[in-house]
């Protein structure tokens, strides 16, 4: 991140514009649909925390998709670059239980978000993961944003949804970020991708840094055990401690956590405290059932 190429509020407080690429997507259960979609997500929680946020997406021309715009601007996101497409419906994701009582997922295909028009938003940052470029549309898309617009950082939180994802996929994403997030889960899946051994996280971590020149952060989420962040100027990965709370749903966690890391950085704040926050946001969305559940970021400010 360089100095300087975030703005300021009115009050002397940085704030940034972001420009989140990729998904909205509908959980559609039996009796009852959840908006969602990580990047969505991601939004949404950097609106609350006073930033000017710009979803990159499309939706269809139905009830959902309209659903869709209107709730993304109850919670504060900008919409006017998702655009609304006549021959394709909205995302969904069906959720039936099978007979063990097991969630069962399926994520439609060929749905609005696989066909985003390209735009120019003029941001500061930059957000996507790996579902979004599911679509040959979508990279298409995205290396043209990437390749006409100054970021000052590129977010990507590699989000692995099997089976839609690729070796190719991967890479591209990691070359892109300034700023990567992978979760432990993940991280084999990673680590295949790019050829590299895992069976130590932290060296993993120190590899990637030195085989890719514009990534400047890298966290890896480690689940209730913290997580642990190394930046380029760093000589060492800091480790975070989880946050012990009783968990109600996990959905959106990882999402909240991008979201107030990202903030915290935006500060200049130094890593542990940046980790810290972030697993305090999250630590509170877990004990919630919504994704983006009502919070002041004030709340968390002496963390």
């Known amino acids: 991140m360089q100095e300087g190429l975030y703005g300021l509020t009115q009050k002397g407080e940085m704030t940034l514009k972001i420009a989140a690429f990729g998904e909205i997507v509908w959980d559609v259960y039996p009796d009852n649909a959840c908006l969602g979609g990580a990047p969505l997500n991601f939004a949404a ?18 009830d959902y998709g309209e659903q869709a715009l209107l709730q993304l601007q109850d919670l504060g996101v900008h919409t006017e670059y998702i655009a609304r497409l006549k021959d394709k419906q909205t995302g969904k994701c069906l959720v039936s239980l099978n007979e063990a009582g097991v969630p069962m997922y399926d994520l439609l295909q060929d749905t609005a978000y696989d066909h985003i028009p390209t735009a120019s938003v003029g941001a500061d940052v930059l957000y996507f993961g790996t579902l979004a470029l599911r679509s040959e549309h979508n990279r298409h898309t995205l290396r043209q944003l990437l390749d006409s617009d100054r970021f000052a950082d590129v977010f990507v939180d590699v989000n692995i949804r099997a089976p839609f994802y690729s070796e190719e996929t991967i890479r591209f ?14 991280l084999p899946t990673v680590a295949k991708a790019l050829h590299t051994q895992a069976t130590d ?49 996990t959905v959106g966690a ?25 697993s305090t946001v999250a630590g509170f969305v877990v ?9 002041d970021p004030q709340c968390f400010v002496t963390v």
């Open 45 to 62: 929680h950097l609106a609350r925390h006073g930033h000017e946020v710009y979803m990159l997406s499309a939706v269809g021309e139905d």
């Open 173 to 186: 994403a990691v070359e892109q970020a300034t700023i990567l997030k992978i979760s432990d889960e993940e």
């Open 201 to 249: 996280q932290k060296r993993f971590m120190q590899t990637l840094m030195q085989a890719y020149p514009r990534l400047q952060c890298l966290i890896l989420t480690r689940g209730a055990e913290g997580s642990y962040v190394l930046h380029r100027d760093d000589n060492a990965v800091c480790s975070c401690a989880g946050k012990a709370v009783e968990v109600v749903s």
């Open 254 to 278: 990882g999402d909240s956590f991008s979201a107030a890391f990202l903030h915290m950085y935006s500060k200049h704040e130094p890593m542990e405290r940046c980790a810290a926050y972030a």
């Open 287 to 295: 004990s919630r059932q919504e994704a983006v559940p009502p919070y």
